[in-house]
């Protein structure tokens, strides 16, 4: 009788511990699957790297209007949330070193464009889809619209703004 009841313990431990490696295996196959770098499918210049440490950068290049900025993302079931700590001013962000040197002052002020930043995303079929964008302290830069990014394929190179430019 003592031994049946052992036995039964013993059996139900053991489920516990398989079912909590499955939850385990499965939460971290998840995440991981996110990390990386993701380009933005209709503007290949801008990209949004996603690090394993929670931290990401966002780039956003077209014609003469750019963003560059760095943070923390929290990720909710199928949710990523952002929230912007720095940008293109932080030498720890902005290591290429965009537009440090701009004289005309003209991308400091103007050229910045913060309504393409993701705020909340949803991770679908291996993309990332914005839902809400812009800037969180200007309301007017903030839409409900969706953009696309897919994950950079290996030995695949990010288009720079001006990189396309024939010079003579």
């Known amino acids: 009788m003592l031994l049946d009841r052992l036995h039964l313990r013993m ?3 053991r489920r516990f511990l398989l079912v909590l490696t499955l939850l385990i295996n499965l939460t971290a196959f998840g995440q991981n699957e996110i990390m990386g770098e993701f380009i933005r499918t209709d503007y290949p210049a801008g990209y949004l790297i996603l690090n ?3 931290s990401f950068k966002f780039r956003f290049g077209f014609d003469s209007q750019w963003d560059l900025a760095c943070g923390q993302f ?3 079931g199928d949710t990523l949330i952002f929230s912007y700590t720095s940008d293109m001013f932080d030498i720890n962000c902005n290591t290429e070193g965009i537009n ?3 004289t ?3 991308f400091l002020t103007q050229g910045v464009d913060k309504r393409w930043r993701p705020i909340i995303a949803r991770v679908v079929k291996h993309k990332i889809v914005t839902i809400k964008t812009g ?4 309301g007017e830069t903030v839409s409900l619209s969706k953009h696309y990014y897919r994950r950079k394929k290996k030995g695949e ?3 720079i703004p001006g990189t396309y430019i024939q010079r003579y």
């Open 157 to 159: 190179r990010t288009r």
């Open 100 to 102: 440090m040197t701009d």
């Open 11 to 13: 059996s139900n431990f």
């Open 74 to 76: 929290e990720v909710r």
């Open 104 to 106: 005309s002052d003209y």
């Open 135 to 138: 800037d969180v302290n200007d």
């Open 52 to 54: 394993a440490d929670k």
